[in-house]
């Protein structure tokens, strides 16, 4: 037989002698012109054949298994080179003059074919390749003959490829280059015998189902080996069976079920791989990484692909000195050492994307100064700084797209000496928090366009600046971040009370808005900006005091107005000495503490006090001066006026008043005087006049200014139930039960359990009312008899018709409207009211309670069914708002006795 083969023997450098020693053992005919080929070939009847140029034919199998080759991370390995070293065992010229047979059969009968027959009849002496894809899973019999030494190439798909009769085992012949069978049949690589295949490059398996490598590959020295592939087995473990040489390129054991690293192949001895893929596997655990012995040597290994694995942490991986690409990708690894890679000196490129990572080391990639590109996407961090980071960052590709970053990398870039520009940042999908301290990200962003080297216009490290968008806060909810002005106008959200906005203007005006927030104490603390000056809108709340907080004194703006504000402590008063501005009307004031008689606001421009209870006593008599003091800045000094003496405050004197001690007995007598004159009247108006007034003011559904029905939004309470000893049951057993734990949740101020200890029902229902958007009456006989009768009670309710359809009335089943008294009469016959019996009562009565939507601000997790005795109300309610609400109430006088012990009341 003539032999025109090469075979692979040494080197790259004794190849050029080898090849001239072969070139001139070749026959004449094998290495003459093509058109001396003959030109017919019996060719099988399912294939079609046709001679081809060996380089391309090269060129086509060597780009499919670019991909197992990793290409896509390897460069180098990009295109064909024919002077690669894939190609130095074929000789240099060789592909260059050589032509190969392709035959190419496609099966689709369903039936047995021999590999001889597909080959039928094409001539032995020419280079062969065979490519046959089966359509019904055929059966191929191996009867290749061992020796033949012109079959090169064989390629098959989804055939069932199975040994000759006479034979156990499938034997490659010794100058098949390219082996490359895919979904062969479950049991065919355990028949491959490849003992005589010295001249094999490709070795590329996939599909059988085989646990182990099979025996009779151990030992065997693969020669020429350059990739290796065993893709889709189900190996379980990989043993190294034969012996590589350095010739080996790629090992792709992706997709098996290999649960241990295979510690073989950190041998250095014989191997140098380019790229080693153990994606897709089981491994959970880098052990042999860590601790390669000694006299092993440094593993030499490029590429490791360890992706899809179910890898849970990394350590201090050893010394790998040609390690350039580390693929970590899709595993779960929640845990990275600080030095985990800090031995590898040549790391070019880490993927970490797609794992639980949480944090990094401080200074994690940092002495991994050739990296360029880092890959930790979709995992968890909440933070990447600059010195995480390869010292020189030139030239880094850092993608953390998907974390949870609440500011972006290299957000504060305008500072230090950072050099930037070469790097390319890919951050978009994590939660930025776009409060004041993206100030900085926008300075870094102009300080990048003014100072980047290059002349684009567009120039930007951060590749994905439009997608970058905001989570909080909730205004800036999915804005881009450049298409928002920071400077202008910006958020404040550290220190910033709950439920309050705090917004920076302009770098210069920090404005706490903490409006209708139904807060019942002022809060704690406030952010601080430097250089800036700070403004409080505490309006709209039910607070009752106004007291000393540290940042008063910083305040240039403070709105207190329509509170329920009693008292101003001296301190507070003392604090707010150089406020510009300040709103207290609205309130329920009756003195200022007399310390305020020496301060004045110099700087204030406006100041407002009416609609208070201003209780004008002896010990307010300094008041006219004062205000006589600062009225170019008071709003409305006129109606600032004496609750009792119905005068304005600011003409108060001391004959209004007579504090001489001497006349204390004409004092009582003129406030006594007063009051009883007061009370008349109202028994008069109520009398008499309710039924006008009521008509009025419900049909003309007229609003009765902010007095009473500013409440709605910050009430602690969604209603309050007045109802009688007879349907006392009822209001517990259904009523209570059906509102707070029906699915609307609302809150409900009942007295035997919301009001302040050891007042009377007559004494907290003004209170209970102002606390409460709505007022459910319940409309009993007893009702009728008992309550109704009492003046204050009848004042509150007359109130609340007043204040704009504040009332609900439910009627129980056995009350007769004709029998009401006329004010209640009129109200029912003006206004819906419920009756129990009504088949739809439930959904009306909802329709009448004011809509949940608004309160939830403040509304937490919320409002289990309370226990009904007081103490367990205290020991179990979960609800803090509730809570405070109940114990101010409770603690009011004990405030007042505090606010006292200062000495200025
Ligand atoms: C690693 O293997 C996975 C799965 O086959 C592949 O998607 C990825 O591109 C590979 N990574 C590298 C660096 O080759
Ligand atoms: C191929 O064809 C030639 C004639 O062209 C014939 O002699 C030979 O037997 C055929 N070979 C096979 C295997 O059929
Ligand atoms: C940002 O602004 C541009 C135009 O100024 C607009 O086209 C884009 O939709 C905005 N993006 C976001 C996310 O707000
Ligand atoms: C404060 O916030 C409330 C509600 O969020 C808003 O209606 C009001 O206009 C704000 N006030 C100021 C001064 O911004
Ligand atoms: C106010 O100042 C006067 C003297 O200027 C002083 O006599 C008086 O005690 C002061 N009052 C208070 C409450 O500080
Ligand atoms: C002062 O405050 C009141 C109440 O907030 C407001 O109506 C009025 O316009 C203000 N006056 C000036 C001069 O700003
Ligand atoms: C109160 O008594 C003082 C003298 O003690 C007297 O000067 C003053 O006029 C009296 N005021 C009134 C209102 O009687
Ligand atoms: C409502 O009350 C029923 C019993 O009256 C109880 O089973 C249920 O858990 C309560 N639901 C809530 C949300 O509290």
Known sequence: MRNRKYSYIGTKQINPVFIAVLLLLLPEPAFSFPMLFRNTMNCSLLCSCEHKPLVSTMQLYNVK???????????????????????????????LLHRITEITCTLSDGMSHSVMSLLNGVDQIMDTALSVSCRK?????????????????????????????????????????????DNVGDQTLGLLDIRFSMNTLTLAISGSKLSTTPRQWQGIDMVSMAVISLRNNGLEEFNCPFHFTKRLDTLNLDGNKIAHFPECLLRSFRIRLNYLSLANNAISDLAPLYEIPEAWDIPDISVINLSFNQIRSVDAIRNMANLVVLDLSHNHIKYITEDAFDYLTSLEVIYVSHNSIHVIGAQQFKNNYKLSIIDISDNFLPVILPE????????????????????????????????????????????????????????????????????????????????????????????????????????????????????????????????????????????????????????????????????????????????????????????????????LHNNMIQ????????????????????????????????????????????????????????????????????????????????????????????????????????????????????????????????????????????????????????????????????????DSIVDSLPWSIRMSRVAILVLSKDVMRKEWCILEVRAAFQ?????????????????????????????????????????????????????????????????????????????????????????DLTDLSFKLSEISEHGDY
């Open 799 to 887: 109130r609340m018709l007043l204040a704009a359809n504040r009332l609900v009335i439910v009627a129980m089943d056995y009350i007769n409207t004709d029998e009401l008294p006329p004010d209640m009469r009129t109200y029912m016959n003006t206004h819906d009211y419920l009756r129990y019996e009504d088949p739809c009562f439930w959904e009306k009565l909802e329709l009448l309670l004011p809509p949940k939507e608004q309160r939830e601000l403040t509304e937490s997790d919320d409002a289990m069914p309370r226990n009904r005795s007081r103490e367990s109300f205290h020991q179990s309610t979960p609800d803090k708002h509730e809570m405070t609400g109940l114990s």
């Open 137 to 181: 899973n055929e059966r191929v019999v191996w009867d290749v003959p061992s020796w033949l030494t012109s079959f090169n190439i064989f390629v098959a798909e989804n055939c069932l490829i199975v040994p000759n009769a006479d034979r156990k085992l499938i034997v490659i012949p010794m100058n098949t280059w390219i082996l490359d069978v």
């Open 388 to 583: 995480q980071l390869p010292m020189d960052s030139s030239s880094l590709l850092l993608d953390v797209r998907q974390n949870k970053l609440t500011y972006p990398p290299y957000v504060d870039c305008a500072k230090g000496k950072l050099n930037i520009f070469n790097m390319k940042i890919y951050s978009s999908g994590n939660p930025y928090i776009c409060d004041c301290y993206m100030i900085h990200f926008e300075r870094c962003q102009s300080w990048i366009s003014k100072n980047s080297p290059s002349q684009q216009k567009d120039f930007n490290v951060f590749k994905d600046l439009m997608d970058m968008l905001c989570d909080t806060p909730e205004e800036t909810k999915d804005v881009a971040l450049p298409n928002i002005s920071f400077h202008s106008k910006c958020y404040m959200m550290e220190e910033c009370p709950e439920t309050c906005k705090c917004l920076l203007l302009n770098v210069q005006v920090l404005v706490v808005n903490c409006s209708a927030r139904r807060m019942l104490d002022m809060p704690d603390h406030l952010p601080t900006y430097p250089k800036t000056t700070v403004v409080l809108y505490l309006d709209h709340n039910p607070l009752q005091i106004l007291g000393h907080r540290p940042y008063l004194r910083t305040l240039s703006e403070l709105y207190v107005h329509n509170c329920l504000l009693t008292s101003v402590t001296p301190a507070a008063m003392a604090s707010l000495r150089d406020v510009q501005v300040l709103t």
């Open 591 to 758: 003195k200022l503490p007399s310390r305020t008689r020496n301060i004045t606001l110099n700087q204030v421009k406006n100041l407002t006090l009416h609609n208070n209870p201003w209780a004008c006593s002896c010990d307010s008599l300094w008041m006219p001066q004062w205000i006589a003091r600062h009225k170019s800045s008071l709003w409305m000094p006129g109606s600032i006026t004496c609750h009792y003496l119905r005068k304005p405050v600011q003409d108060l004197t001391e004959l209004d008043l007579n504090c001489n001690s001497s006349s204390y007995i004409d004092t009582f007598l003129a406030i006594s005087l007063t009051l009883s004159s007061l009370v008349s009247t109202l028994v008069i108006v109520i009398c008499y006049r309710s039924e006008i007034t009521v008509l009025l003011y419900s049909k003309l559904g007229f609003p009765l200014g902010c007095g009473f029905s500013c409440g709605d939004l910050f009430n602690p309470y969604d209603a309050f139930i007045s109802y009688s000893q007879d349907t006392y049951n009822w209001v517990m057993d259904t009523l209570v039960p059906q509102l707070e734990n029906g699915s609307k949740k609302y809150r409900l101020c009942l007295h035997y359990r919301d009001f302040p200890t050891g």
């Open 65 to 95: 298994h670019f991909k197992i080759m990793g290409n896509k991370y390897r460069p180098e390995i990009g295109f064909f080179d024919t002077n690669s070293e894939y190609m130095t065992f074929l000789g240099t010229f060789a592909p």
